[in-house]
């Protein structure tokens, strides 16, 4: 059964400094790997996706992921975190042949001024 | 002007109710989901719906029934409310039901008291 798992609940950071949200997945087949984030009482805004090509997605507010097939991983990064950044973050998996996302647990992110 | 709408925002009922939430995309998409969104935040899809046919059903107990009126509005009735129903419920759609973007509305906050 495919599945993806975040394994930090939260994740803490201070303004400035670099980010990573950490999701691996378990699939048959080639991954479709998504990142979406929640803001609160919001809906899930799209941040970034990956379907095939270069390992490295660039995404919406600066982010970006790295997709790496040996570590079945896909974490979230970003280079230099904002306060507005903090949000619900979820990481989503869909199996080509499959029609519907999959997803994480959720990591929340906090970052401190 | 909104991709994913859903009405009403919040929805406050009884216990043994019967309500109905309402889904629109103006967006041309194909495929429309319905997902919850329990208090953990845990995300998971109950219905897909592609050009108006059912084409995911996943264990949810027949008092949910989806209608697609047509590929642009996707409503969820439910009957006999529940309290376990309170949740999240969120409509996405995507251009098609293979590995395209979902983009979520900003949600249904239904509380069955």
């Known amino acids: 059964a495919q599945s993806v798992a975040q394994p930090e609940d939260q994740v803490n950071v201070a303004e400035g400094n670099p980010l990573t949200v950490k999701c691996t997945y378990s699939v048959s087949g080639n991954p479709y790997l998504f990142w979406y984030v929640q803001y609160p009482n919001r809906g899930l805004q799209f941040l970034l996706k990956y379907i095939t090509g270069d390992n490295l997605v660039k995404g919406s507010y600066g982010f970006e992921a790295e997709f790496n097939k040996s570590q079945t991983s896909f974490h979230l990064k970003k280079p230099s975190a904002l306060v507005s950044d903090s949000a619900l973050y979820f990481c989503a998996v869909r199996v080509t042949g499959f029609q519907k996302l999959v997803f994480g647990t959720g990591t929340r992110l906090l970052v401190s001024p | 002007d909104t991709a994913v709408s859903q009405t009403p925002k919040y929805l406050v009922t009884q216990m043994g109710n019967d309500k109905s939430i309402k889904c629109e995309q103006n967006l041309g998409h194909d495929t429309m989901y319905w997902y919850k969104q329990d208090s953990k935040k845990f995300l998971k899809i109950m219905f897909s719906?592609?050009?108006?046919?059912?084409?995911i059903n996943e264990t949810v107990p027949n008092r949910f029934s989806p209608k697609s009126p047509d590929k642009a509005h996707l409503n969820l009735h439910i009957n006999s409310l529940e309290l376990g129903d309170s949740a999240v419920y969120f409509c996405?759609?995507?251009?098609?039901?293979?590995?395209?973007?979902?983009?979520f509305g900003p949600g249904t906050r239904l509380t069955v008291l």
């Open positions: 719906y592609n050009n108006k046919e059912l084409i």
């Open positions: 996405a759609s995507s251009q098609t039901s293979g590995g395209d973007t979902q983009y």
